[in-house]
């Protein structure tokens, strides 16, 4: 890992992003659109781009029309990994064969699609302009992505709900293992607003209990959760070869020792919205083996952990993959307490935390879980679930996806020394 971007509800950009999760601070507010149209959940977490930043990335006639901000997510993403890694960002740039991107997205431009609709409803269709197929294919974002940095190996979208971010890092890491690239830039991107997240809303699994007081509304692994908060973004990383990164003297921070991905089918006590806990101990277990660790040397865990009934089965799962408990369980953190869910971004968000964690040496702090839900506190010991900004040194972190359509990505992280 030579390069991270991030476009979070907390922080875009990694400074003012590994500041805010160090200090707790929460991007939930209050969402006046989601207000207005009688959402039962009216809190969200959208990442703060003004104009001023947008035009960083893109330029004044790009975005005129532009109404996708998914992709606006993944260009300041990539395109702040891409800078990060002291790799050539130009439209002069000839094309980079060896390096190429696997970027996912769970829609594209489903504002903009809809802008599209009503034209074409009001026999408008020499009005729809011709940016609406680059802002509303599944594949805008690496598209778009693989136009702003010149790359011509692989540039593909992969799409595998909130397990996409996860999926993509492993993607890439075995491209580049099996000599087909030495660069890829891989992460996952989310649109924000009310047609992403209408869905959720009916479906009774966002928390409706916290719209006077955003910031204690994503309570992970808290007895009082209430289910999650809808969230946006996007997360980058770019991944290379060791022989490139040290033939260009990259910065590096951290090694991807491996990961497993996997379906649970939907059998068992799996359904598209709920986890085969045989599949999710599987992926564990085979991500260490891929990896080549032991169980026992995972210091921390950057958990899916959504707010929602699931936690406590989650930590269960990861107890019986790992054969932990107790005060032996490794450190374990969510995300989500500060930016909520980000749907098919989250994956790579929190994986730019949990590399974030590994270089510096500290565990973000799990905030709203002062209750702790006693399911959880009977398999795992209260402090390996640090309340407060804790420092220490860490080697191996477990960071693990699972999304709708019983689907499981887990990636194996290590300390780059």
């Known amino acids: 890992m030579t390069g991270l971007g991030v476009a979070a509800p907390n922080g875009v950009g990694i400074p003012a992003f590994t500041e805010a999760i160090k200090a707790g601070i929460s991007g939930i507010r209050h969402d006046p659109e989601l207000a207005a ?23 004044a006639l790009e975005l005129r029309n532009f109404n996708s901000n998914g992709i606006l997510y993944g260009l300041i993403a990539g395109i702040d990994a891409w800078k990060d890694a002291q790799l050539p960002v130009g439209a002069e740039l000839a094309p980079d064969w060896d390096s190429g991107t ?13 802008e599209a609709i009503y034209k074409v409803d009001a026999l408008q269709v020499r009005r729809l302009g ?21 790359l011509a190996n692989q540039v593909s979208t992969n799409s595998s709900a909130c397990a996409t971010g996860a999926e993509s890092v492993l993607m890439a890491y075995e491209r580049i293992r099996n000599g087909h690239a030495k660069r890829m ?27 006077d007081h955003p910031a204690a509304g994503s309570r992970p692994m808290s007895a009082s959760a209430s289910g999650f908060v809808p969230g946006s973004g996007a997360g980058a ?3 290379e070869s060791l022989d490139s990164a040290l033939e260009r003297k990259a910065p590096i ?3 991807v020792l491996g990961g497993h991905i996997n379906a649970g ?21 085979e991500a260490i083996k891929a990896a080549g660790v032991e169980p026992e040397e995972i210091d921390a865990i950057n958990g899916h952990l959504t707010a929602t009934g699931k936690d406590a089965l989650e930590v269960e799962n990861w107890s019986t993959a790992l054969g932990r408990r107790g005060k032996d369980f490794p450190y374990i953190n969510a995300l989500k307490c500060m930016i ?9 968000i929190e994986l730019v935390a949990a590399i974030l964690q590994l270089n510096e040496g500290f565990l973000f702090p799990n905030i709203n879980c002062e209750d702790l839900h006693p399911d959880i506190t009977a398999i795992i010991d209260p402090e390996k679930i640090p309340q407060q900004l804790v420092y220490k040194e860490l080697n191996l972190i477990a960071k693990a996806s699972f999304g709708f359509g019983d689907v499981n990505a887990c990636v194996i992280l290590k300390k780059y020394k």
Not at 37 to 59: K, N, T
Not at 185 to 211: E, M, Q, R
Not at 265 to 285: F, L, Y
């Open 37 to 59: 149209l009688q959402f039962s959940c009216q809190i969200a977490g959208r990442p703060d781009v003004p104009e001023i930043l947008q035009l960083q990335y893109l330029d």
């Open 102 to 114: 696997i970027f996912g997205a769970g829609s594209a431009g489903v504002d903009k699609l809809r």
């Open 130 to 150: 011709s940016t609406v197929v680059p802002q509303t294919m599944a594949s805008g974002i690496s598209a778009w992505l693989g136009g702003k940095l010149a």
């Open 185 to 211: 830039l891989a992460g996952s991107t989310s649109d924000a607003g009310p047609y992403i997240w209408g869905g959720f809303d009916a479906l009774k699994v966002c928390t409706f209990k916290h719209n």
């Open 237 to 239: 990383l770019v991944l």
């Open 253 to 255: 921070y951290a090694e």
């Open 265 to 285: 089918a939907q059998r068992g006590d799996g359904s598209m919205t709920a986890p085969n806990s045989i599949a999710v101990q599987r992926c564990i277990r």
């Open 340 to 348: 909520g869910h980000c749907l098919s971004a989250s994956g790579s």
